[in-house]
C-alpha cells in the first residue's frame, strides 16, 4: 500500500463540518419536558376491546347499546397536569378507567397525535450512561 | 503497532469544536485524547483491512443462518418480531448498512473480534473527521485509515433512488453528554452532503397519528427515519406493536440489525467457523478456558462484563443489563501501553472495510475511555 492511498479520497470538508455544531445544538435545543402526550385535551377517552386494547373509536360509537364488546376508556390528568398517555391502536389501556369520572367532559383523541412511544428507555439512562449509542 | 505521547495541540478544544466534537471531555478528563497517538504500520493496516472484510462476509453467512433456522430466540427478540426481522432480511430495505467491529489486535498475532456495533454505533465524527483534522495539523505528510466519510455520503447517495418522498429524520435521545446529538449531527450532514433533504428530531418527539403513521412535530409523516437508538428498546415501548402494522416508514437501519448487533450471533460465529484466526471462542453456555469474559446479550459501553482469569473474577463493570441473558467468549489480553488499553474500532460501510478509530481503558472498554488518532508509518 502506498501512503497516501487510503487519505487521498478524503476531501477536506471544513464547508460541511461547520453545519455539525450549529445542527447538533438545533437537536439539543429541543425541551426535556415534553412526556408521552395527547394533544391539548383536557381529559379524553378512547374505545377499547374487551380485553383492554385500543381499538378505532368507531367501535365504540357504532356498537352502542347493550352486548357492546367494546368500551370506552376514560383518561384525566396526572399530577401536576400532564395529560395521560394513550396508547398506539393495539396498545394496551393504563393509567385511567371505564368509568368516567363525575364533572368532567372528556373528548375524543380522534385525529390527534400520540407522542413519547419511542425513547423513553435510553432517555432515562437505560444505556448505563443516558444515552443510546455503543 | 506502537503508542507515542505527543503535544496536544494549542487550543485543541476549540479546533475539534468547531469540527464539531462538542463532547471532547467526559468525567473532567479529555475524551477525545491527542496526547498520544498510535503509529500502524501498513501491513498491520492491510491486516486489520483483511480481518475487517473477512468478518463482514462471516456475519452475511450467520445473519442468513439465523433467519433460516429461526434462532431468535436465542437473541431475546420477542416471537412476534421474528416475521419482521425475517422479512427485513430478506428484502432488504435501504440501509448505510454500516458498522464498527471491536478488535483486539496487537501487530503481533492476527485481530480478534470481540463484538459489532452496528445499529447505533458512536465514536463516528471522531474517526471520520477529527482524527484526520488532527493528522492533517501534525503529520500532514502522513497517511490513515479512514475513507468512513466519503463511503457514508456515497451510501447515502446509493440509497437515495430508494426512499420515500420527504426528507430523511434523523432521530436521537436528549444524552446529557451530547455524544448521542454529536453522531446523529454528523450523519445529517454525511446525508445532506449527498444531495437528501434531512431534518432532526428527539425519539420522544415523534408522533404516532391515530391511522398509525409515524409524524413529525408538525404533523408531517415521516417515511424515512435514521434512528440512533437500539431496537431492543424500540420494540418494548409503547409505540414497539406499531412497528408490526407499519409499513410506510422505512427506518435505517433496518429491524434486521436486531441480529448482528446481539452478541448472541458470536457463539454461532464459533460454531461456523471455529478456530478461525479473526475470532475468540464463545459459547451460550460453556467455558472453554480458565480466562474468558462474561457479557450480556445486549450490554451496552461494556456495562455488566465480568472477566475471569483462572477461573476468579477480576474486573466488572455495574451496569443495567445484569438481567440479560449472557455469552462467555474467551479472554483476549490487551496490549498495555502503560495502562491504555487500546481497542480498534474497524468500521465497515456496506461491506467495506472504512478505516478505524482507537479507544484507549482498563480491562473494560466502556463509553468513558478515551479516543486516540493514529497515524501509518513504515
Redesign the interface.
Known amino acids: 500500500m502506498r501512503p497516501g492511498q487510503r487519505g487521498e479520497i478524503m476531501p477536506i470538508r471544513s464547508g460541511s463540518l461547520l453545519t455539525v455544531v450549529l445542527v447538533a445544538s438545533a437537536l439539543t435545543a429541543c425541551d426535556d419536558e415534553r412526556t408521552a402526550s395527547w394533544g391539548e385535551s383536557d381529559s379524553v377517552r378512547y374505545c377499547t376491546d374487551a380485553a383492554g386494547h385500543r381499538v378505532p373509536d368507531q367501535n365504540c360509537e357504532t356498537h352502542a347499546g347493550g352486548g357492546n364488546p367494546f368500551l370506552w376508556y376514560y383518561l384525566g390528568r396526572l399530577g401536576g397536569g400532564r395529560p395521560a398517555f394513550v396508547p398506539p391502536l393495539g396498545g394496551v389501556a393504563s393509567g385511567g378507567g371505564y368509568a368516567p369520572a363525575p364533572g368532567l367532559a372528556y373528548t375524543s383523541v380522534s385525529g390527534a397525535i400520540a407522542r413519547g412511544g419511542f425513547g423513553a428507555t435510553g432517555g432515562g439512562g437505560g444505556g448505563g450512561e443516558g444515552g443510546a449509542g455503543e | 503497532m506502537n503508542r507515542h505521547v505527543i503535544a496536544p495541540r494549542e487550543n485543541w478544544q476549540a479546533r475539534v ?4 466534537l ?1 463532547w471532547h471531555t467526559a468525567g473532567g478528563a479529555p475524551y477525545w485524547n491527542e496526547a498520544a497517538y498510535y503509529a500502524l504500520t ?1 501491513r498491520e ?2 491486516e486489520i483491512e483483511s480481518a475487517t472484510a473477512e468478518l463482514y462476509g462471516m456475519f452475511i453467512s450467520a445473519g442468513q443462518y439465523v433467519v433460516d433456522k429461526q434462532l431468535f430466540g436465542r437473541f431475546g427478540i420477542a416471537d412476534w418480531c421474528w416475521p419482521l426481522i425475517t422479512s427485513a432480511w430478506n428484502a432488504e430495505p435501504p440501509a448505510l448498512n454500516y458498522g464498527r467491529f471491536d478488535l483486539g489486535y496487537d501487530g503481533r498475532s492476527p485481530p480478534k473480534l470481540f463484538e459489532f ?1 452496528c ?4 465514536s463516528l ?1 471522531e474517526a471520520a ?1 477529527i482524527q ?1 483534522a488532527w ?2 495539523d501534525v503529520f500532514p505528510n ?6 468512513l ?2 463511503k457514508l455520503v456515497a451510501k447515502w447517495a446509493d440509497i437515495a433512488p430508494y426512499l420515500a418522498p420527504g426528507p430523511v429524520y ?17 450523519l ?2 454525511t446525508a ?2 449527498a444531495g437528501l433533504a434531512v431534518d ?1 428530531i ?9 391511522d ?1 403513521r409515524f ?1 413529525d412535530l408538525q ?1 408531517r409523516e415521516m417515511r424515512t427515519i435514521y434512528k ?3 431496537w431492543e ?2 420494540v ?7 412497528l408490526a ?1 407499519n409499513d410506510r416508514t422505512a427506518w435505517i437501519e433496518p429491524i434486521w440489525k436486531m441480529i448482528w448487533s446481539n452478541k448472541a450471533i458470536l457463539p454461532i460465529l464459533w460454531d461456523m467457523y471455529p478456530r478461525h484466526p479473526n475470532l475468540l471462542w464463545a459459547s451460550y453456555d460453556q467455558v472453554a478456558s480458565p480466562d474468558y469474559v462474561r457479557k450480556p446479550i445486549l450490554s ?2 461494556g ?1 455488566n462484563i465480568e472477566i475471569f482469569r483462572n477461573g476468579e473474577g477480576v474486573a466488572q463493570r455495574d ?3 445484569g438481567s440479560s441473558p449472557t455469552i462467555y467468549q474467551g479472554l483476549y489480553d490487551l496490549p498495555d501501553f502503560q495502562g491504555a488499553r487500546p481497542v480498534i474500532g474497524s468500521w465497515v460501510v456496506d461491506g467495506e472495510p472504512a ?1 478505524i478509530g482507537i479507544r484507549e481503558d482498563g480491562l473494560i472498554t466502556g ?2 475511555s478515551r479516543f486516540a488518532p493514529h497515524i ?1 508509518r ?1
Open positions: 469544536e468547531r469540527d464539531g462538542i501498513p493496516i492491510d456495533n445499529d447505533t454505533p458512536t465524527l473527521v484526520w493528522k492533517e502522513l497517511d490513515q485509515f479512514t475513507s466519510h466519503d434523523f432521530a436521537h435521545v436528549l444524552d446529557a453528554s451530547g455524544e448521542d446529538a454529536v453522531t446523529t449531527a454528523y445529517m450532514d445532506r452532503a432532526g428527539v425519539m420522544t418527539d415523534i408522533g404516532l397519528s391515530e398509525g409524524v404533523a440512533l437508538y437500539p428498546w424500540m418494548q415501548e409503547a409505540f414497539g406493536p406499531n402494522v451496552r459501553e456495562a451496569g443495567a443489563y478505516g463509553n468513558l501509518i513504515a
